[in-house]
């Protein structure tokens, strides 16, 4: 087998317009609700957009966060079931900040009680989980979502077990989701599940994620992926109990990136963009399977296709897969979806920027 280093695999994805790490795609739907939103020099929407940030002392910013969660709860009503049993929200930066933030807090309040943290994961999830558990020095188990069952005699009481749904695995909604959750709700009631949304509002198909186990400590979501708006910082998080870490977001939150988000939510529903946009997806997929060989497929995610690895793999299909025990890897779309929307935007550009700085691309990159 001919060895590649990983920038010459890197290289093949990007002759392909692919890319092993997730972007967001920045759509021209959303360029426009922003372009709204700012306004003409002297028209009422630069005039509201001012009226964000002045008079402080009027407290009138404490409850501008309301109505971001108010239409988050009506954007996400067709897709998700949650109860009411999440009595605290919080605006966050994207979802690492929740997720850092849950992490850190369980990590400190278990070894107050002189108990081990412990966090599971399944293998091949979110990067983040991993790299934020590791920085506090909690420990990660990872299990095979293919034998799901078999996790549920290793997870104890004060454990912890992050999951995203739809799946950063693979970019699909995961079947057995609700399985899973009925089997650990009788098995270990105790133990809490931290669910990512994420990927909600990505997925063309319909689908419903039930939230209301009673094990699903918190909830947390981006809108980083399904509006293109990751540099914004626009997410948050839903928790049974407070959390100390974050109760100051309730004033310390940027203000237009809430604005943002929410008029994105009410200008295109859950399904809208994603929809829209699963054409170009299909497209992208035929180019990629040129490039890769074997067959490539659509995740429900629209950004992600998989590829599925053959019995003789080559290096590129090895430097894909995101875990050795997967039969298949997981290819972001992005740099040749935004180049089929626009042809002048190159699917390398990002290449040539880290060129010009002498750096590596994606070095450390784990945020959502």
């Given at each position: 087998m001919t060895t590649l280093t990983a920038a010459e695999l890197d290289q093949i994805l990007k002759n392909a317009g692919l890319s092993k790490t997730v972007y967001a795609y920045?759509?021209?739907e959303t360029e426009q609700v922003i372009d709204g939103i700012m306004g003409n020099t002297g028209s009422p929407e630069r005039a509201a957009f001012h009226d964000m940030y002045t008079a402080a002392w009027t407290k009138k910013q404490d409850a501008m966060h309301?109505?971001?969660f108010k239409t988050w709860?009506?954007?996400t009503s067709d897709v998700v079931t949650l109860g009411d049993g999440y009595k605290y929200e919080y605006p966050t930066a994207g979802a690492s900040e929740p997720i850092r933030e849950a992490i850190y807090q369980y990590g400190l309040?278990?070894?107050q009680q002189g108990l081990k943290p412990v966090i599971h994961i399944f293998a091949g999830e979110y990067e983040g989980y991993k790299a934020y558990a590791d920085a506090a020095g909690i420990q990660v188990v990872e299990h095979d979502r293919n034998h799901w069952w078999d996790t549920l005699d290793k997870i104890e009481g004060h454990h912890q077990f992050y999951l995203s749904h739809p799946s950063a695995i693979d970019g699909n909604i995961w079947p057995e989701y609700d399985s899973f959750m009925h089997r650990l709700s009788e098995h270990n009631p105790a133990a809490k599940v931290m669910l990512d949304l994420t990927y909600v509002g990505?997925?063309?198909?319909?689908f419903h994620i039930n939230a209301d186990y009673e094990n699903i400590e918190q909830i947390c979501f981006?809108?980083?992926?399904?509006?293109?708006?990751?540099y914004h910082r626009i997410g948050g998080v839903l928790s049974r109990t407070e959390s100390k870490g974050l109760f100051g977001n309730q004033w310390f939150k940027n203000l237009l990136s809430l604005k943002i988000g929410t008029e994105m939510m009410k200008h295109f529903d859950v399904h809208e963009l994603a929809r829209r946009y699963q054409p170009v997806q299909a497209q992208t997929l035929t180019q990629a399977a040129e490039v890769l060989g074997g067959e490539v497929k659509a995740a429900d995610?629209?950004?992600?296709?998989?590829?599925?690895?053959?019995a003789d793999p080559k290096p590129i299909h090895q430097y894909l897969r995101r875990h050795a025990t997967h039969g298949f890897a997981r290819i972001c779309l992005t740099p040749t979806i935004a180049h089929i929307v626009n042809p002048e935007i190159s699917p390398d550009v990002h290449v040539r920027y880290y060129e010009q700085l002498q750096l590596e691309p994606n070095r450390g990159a784990v945020m959502p």
């Amino acid at each position: 087998m001919t060895t590649l280093t990983a920038a010459e695999l890197d290289q093949i994805l990007k002759n392909a317009g692919l890319s092993k790490t997730v972007y967001a795609y920045v759509m021209p739907e959303t360029e426009q609700v922003i372009d709204g939103i700012m306004g003409n020099t002297g028209s009422p929407e630069r005039a509201a957009f001012h009226d964000m940030y002045t008079a402080a002392w009027t407290k009138k910013q404490d409850a501008m966060h309301l109505d971001f969660f108010k239409t988050w709860h009506e954007w996400t009503s067709d897709v998700v079931t949650l109860g009411d049993g999440y009595k605290y929200e919080y605006p966050t930066a994207g979802a690492s900040e929740p997720i850092r933030e849950a992490i850190y807090q369980y990590g400190l309040h278990t070894l107050q009680q002189g108990l081990k943290p412990v966090i599971h994961i399944f293998a091949g999830e979110y990067e983040g989980y991993k790299a934020y558990a590791d920085a506090a020095g909690i420990q990660v188990v990872e299990h095979d979502r293919n034998h799901w069952w078999d996790t549920l005699d290793k997870i104890e009481g004060h454990h912890q077990f992050y999951l995203s749904h739809p799946s950063a695995i693979d970019g699909n909604i995961w079947p057995e989701y609700d399985s899973f959750m009925h089997r650990l709700s009788e098995h270990n009631p105790a133990a809490k599940v931290m669910l990512d949304l994420t990927y909600v509002g990505c997925v063309a198909r319909d689908f419903h994620i039930n939230a209301d186990y009673e094990n699903i400590e918190q909830i947390c979501f981006s809108l980083s992926k399904p509006f293109g708006l990751y540099y914004h910082r626009i997410g948050g998080v839903l928790s049974r109990t407070e959390s100390k870490g974050l109760f100051g977001n309730q004033w310390f939150k940027n203000l237009l990136s809430l604005k943002i988000g929410t008029e994105m939510m009410k200008h295109f529903d859950v399904h809208e963009l994603a929809r829209r946009y699963q054409p170009v997806q299909a497209q992208t997929l035929t180019q990629a399977a040129e490039v890769l060989g074997g067959e490539v497929k659509a995740a429900d995610i629209f950004l992600l296709g998989t590829i599925d690895i053959p019995a003789d793999p080559k290096p590129i299909h090895q430097y894909l897969r995101r875990h050795a025990t997967h039969g298949f890897a997981r290819i972001c779309l992005t740099p040749t979806i935004a180049h089929i929307v626009n042809p002048e935007i190159s699917p390398d550009v990002h290449v040539r920027y880290y060129e010009q700085l002498q750096l590596e691309p994606n070095r450390g990159a784990v945020m959502p």
